[in-house]
């Protein structure tokens, strides 16, 4: 999408950080990637990383999972690609810090940052799904 391409490139060139949020298919892949299907859905993490790459013209180092969905895979993967922040969600409610599991850290180049929720949900979209009344 020349159109989306150009939108990145413009972002990227006055500063802001641009990133990947996802799966190449967004819901499918936050719904259903887990622990144990990495081989089926790491091609889709390569794939969204490829047209972000693509669309700057080198690599991006910033990710967000769709549905906040973070397998332990996934997570190694995208400090191997270099990626150095990634939304995160586990330790809620923290600013950025380093993802322990299971108290061990397990991706020492790589910051997460945590969503932050409002009750029982943690996005915007979800406090709309849900009826959170605004004020």
Known sequence: NPTAQQLLRRLDARGHAIGSHGGWIHDYY????????AATFRPYLLQNKNAVDSALGRPMRDYSAPQGNNPLWAMDWLEEQGVVAAYFGGHTGLGATRQYRDGVLRNPSLWVFPVTPQGTYATFEEWQDYGVPKA
């Open 30 to 37: 936050g719904l259903n990637a887990t622990e144990d299907n």
